[in-house]
């Protein structure tokens, strides 16, 4: 490709709305363009790099034996009332009619569509198991588009669904699509870290996965052990007991709850400086809506309330609110900041941490004063008591006697998960067993964001002068330049090489602007293509200058070896 009629419009700023580094170098680079909040035309760089990114996930999906179709984007609204998620899907959900007044909606993804197609097609267990996959654009109004093709209105996803005859063999499926998912992302040059992930009501044996890119940007919080390889999202990360104290042996020699004044004492920070003491010996009581009941959940107070191990509890509650001044006045008599559990008419549910308490502090549901010595086992009776916080950062892993809890940031790029029956009873897809009964398919379902890939590579791969892409999903391989294009040695030499290696199958762009050699070599930094040539001064003497985009290193070479060496590194990519 001759880079002079290449459409990539480069800028020298990135726009000031664009705060994730890959959003501003993708724009600066000239690979995407907004058209409106979250949804981008993908500009011919772009593109190259998402079909790279296609061809790898059909290669090793089809080698995981699953095969690939194409579903609409618009599907008939009946289809989601049948799935009962035409209502809980909210507002992320587009919806639109056609000129007969009949409703549609855009797919954001496609369990209804395939468990319909399943259905109407497969009758028999000869035919199963099955793992059906497209590769196709999604559509969710998010609330927060942002972050470029990391969390878009319109985006490229890759979608399979699986269809078992037995949660065994579903569960070989699952394990198969998960070990795709490594080879795909190790493929990409992403860095990924598979994490447990919460399942919801429906996850029948309870496994699912999320792959995480590593990135800061990420919002995903994972905490994964600093000696084992436990890693989970943080809404299902648990702790460890290891080093746990339990206070029920302590109970009699506690005294009682004793009356403390601490007017105007209305935050955590506010309290522990005033009474000297330490976040840990804090019992914070805070008052929830679950599915519109009230509910009091406390934790101690350097801990945070984990809202889906809450909604677990009351068996996957839809729901989750935090209670308002207002609505917390109006229920316990209480003010913010003096809340407490002792003689509080709610519902209460202890963190495992606040019950092993032995006499912490906690508001005493009267103005200006809190209790200390409370003591939740004898003194909050009726409290249950279960695993209701998220996990904190050195907290003992569950899993080994070793390691302790670390975090990082990550971005979603993939997602394993069991379905089970859930959709297959909601809209019919039965098949015949061996037997001859009725019984209906297990699935699975599988989800890569390709387009968020994209940007999630450019997260892990740029450095100050741009984008640095891995050879193997990079817009071009080569990049070919020419610093004079009126010097006709260089642009023979040039020329010549550009024919050589395009007969070898390799991707050139060569740089026949006629431009400054000092914006052209800001131009190939910001591009990222991993192999550079300039073909300067020395043509004539049949050297080249040879650099890998991602070292400073840059060799002189003949041009027979800079050939030599293009095709060496091409073959480590196979
Ligand atoms: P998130 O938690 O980030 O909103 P999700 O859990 O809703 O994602 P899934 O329904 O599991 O996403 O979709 C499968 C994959 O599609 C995700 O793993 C992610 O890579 C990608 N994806 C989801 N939403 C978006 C989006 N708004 N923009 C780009 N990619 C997305
Ligand atoms: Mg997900």
New binding site residues.
């Given amino acids: 490709m001759r880079q002079n009629t290449l459409l990539a419009p480069t800028l020298r700023e990135a726009p000031a709305d664009s705060e994730a580094i890959s959003h501003q170098l993708l724009l600066r680079a000239g690979f995407i363009r907004q058209l409106a909040a ?1 949804i981008y035309t993908y500009l011919p760089l772009g593109w190259r790099v998402l079909r790279k990114l296609e061809s790898i996930v059909r290669q090793e999906m089809d080698a995981a034996g699953a095969q690939e179709l194409l579903m609409p984007a618009m599907q008939p609204a009946e289809l989601w009332q049948e799935s009962g998620r035409y209502d809980v899907y909210g507002p992320e959900l587009i919806r639109l009619s056609d000129r007969h007044d009949r409703a549609f909606a855009l797919g ?2 496609h369990e209804e569509v395939i468990t319909a197609l399943v259905r109407d097609e497969i009758q028999s267990y000869r035919k199963l198991p099955v793992t059906l996959y497209q590769i196709q654009t ?1 559509y ?1 109004d ?1 609330r927060r ?1 942002r972050f470029g ?5 319109e ?1 490229l ?1 890759k ?1 399979a669904y699986s269809f078992d005859t037995s949660w065994e063999g579903l569960n070989r499926t699952y394990w198969r699509m998960y070990e795709a998912y490594g080879a795909i992302f190790a493929r990409c040059g992403l860095n990924v870290r598979p994490v447990e992930a919460d399942a919801g009501a429906i996850g029948g044996e309870g496994s699912t996965h ?2 995480m890119a590593l990135a800061d940007i990420g ?2 919080t994972i905490a994964s052990c600093t000696h084992c390889d436990y890693a989970s999202n943080l809404e299902k990360a648990r702790a460890g007991d290891r080093g746990a104290q339990t206070s029920t042996d302590r109970t009699s020699v506690i005294p009682q709850p004793e009356k403390i004044h601490t007017p105007n004492i209305r935050t955590i920070n506010e309290l522990v400086a005033a009474l000297d003491i330490h976040a840990n010996e804090l019992i914070k009581t805070i008052v929830a809506l679950v599915d519109g009941k009230p509910v009091a959940i406390l934790v101690r107070g350097d801990h945070d309330v984990n809202e889906i191990k809450v909604r677990h509890y009351f068996g996957g509650a839809a729901n989750f609110e935090m209670a308002d001044a207002d609505t917390i006045e109006r229920l316990t008599g209480a003010a913010v900041g003096f809340l407490g559990p002792i003689g509080l008419d709610l519902p209460i549910l202890a963190d495992i941490a606040v019950a092993r308490m032995s006499g912490g502090v906690a508001g005493a549901n009267e103005r200006d004063f809190h209790l200390r010595n409370v003591q939740p086992l004898r003194d909050i009776p009726h409290a249950q008591i279960g695993d209701f916080r998220n996990v904190a950062e050195r907290d003992p892993c569950p899993r080994c006697e070793e390691g302790t809890l670390a975090f990082n940031r990550g971005i ?4 394993v ?1 069991k379905l089970g029956t859930k959709y297959s009873e909601k809209l019919g897809a039965a098949f015949l067993n061996a037997e001859g009964k009725r019984q209906a398919a297990i699935m699975g379902c599988y ?3 390709v ?3 994209l940007s999630a590579i450019a997260e892990q791969n740029h450095d100050a002068g741009g984008l640095v892409w891995p050879l193997a999903i990079a817009p071009f391989h080569v990049h070919l330049i020419p610093v004079s294009i009126k010097d006709e040695t260089q642009m023979q030499a040039a020329e010549r090489l550009y024919q050589e290696l395009s007969a070898r199958g390799i991707e050139v762009l060569l740089d026949d602007r006629d431009e400054r050699p000092g914006v052209k070599f800001k131009d190939a930094d910001l591009f990222g293509i991993p192999m550079q040539v300039v073909v300067g001064k020395q043509a004539g003497e049949g050297l080249v200058e040879f650099k890998f985009r991602n070292q400073t290193l840059k060799n002189t070479i003949p041009i027979d070896e800079a050939t030599r060496r293009i095709m060496e590194k091409m073959n480590s990519i196979g």
């Fill in positions: 979250g954001p993804t999604k969710r998010e588009p093709l990391l969390r878009g209105r985006f996803m979608d999320e792959f919002e995903d979603e790029v993939g997602h998960f989800g890569i964001g387009s968020r890939m």
